[in-house]
């Protein structure tokens, strides 16, 4: 099984930057797909960027490209995004999530362990 945490959301006004951090334990990560997802009040969770960790591979939203950056650090068994230049259409709970496909996911069907999410709230 496959635990996934993440950490680091909270209050920042617009403009302004936030990381969050997703840590897995349970088992290695080396060959599976991560992916961040974000799912706001009403609204359907949706893809934000991916990453498969036996390459350097990404792929991001278009709402955010340019303005996040998703990384890892396997040897932590962490995952980041970075969040710069946020705006209030970000607001939104955001949930790490990994798979064994060697392909990115980019819908939620295609991954089969999630975190609990971290909420991120930006402010006009």
């Known amino acids: 099984q496959v635990q996934l945490v993440e950490s680091g959301g909270g209050l920042v006004q617009a403009g302004g930057s936030l990381r969050l951090s997703c840590v897995a334990s349970?088992?290695?990560?080396?060959?599976?797909?991560m992916g961040w997802f974000r799912q706001a009040p009403g609204k359907a969770r949706e893809f934000v960027a991916g990453?498969?960790?036996?390459?350097?591979?990404?792929a991001y939203a278009d709402s955010v490209k340019g303005r996040f950056t998703i990384s890892r650090d396997n040897a932590k068994n962490t995952v980041y995004l970075q969040m710069n230049s946020l705006k209030p259409e970000d607001t939104a709970v955001y949930y790490c999530?990994?798979?064994?496909?060697?392909?990115?996911?980019?819908?939620?069907?295609?991954?089969?362990?999630w975190g609990q999410g971290t909420q991120v709230t930006v402010s006009s």
């Open positions: 349970g088992r290695t990560l080396s060959s599976y797909t």
């Open positions: 999530a990994a798979d064994l496909r060697l392909r990115i996911g980019v819908t939620p069907d295609e991954y089969h362990y």
């Open positions: 990453i498969s960790w036996r390459g350097a591979n990404t």
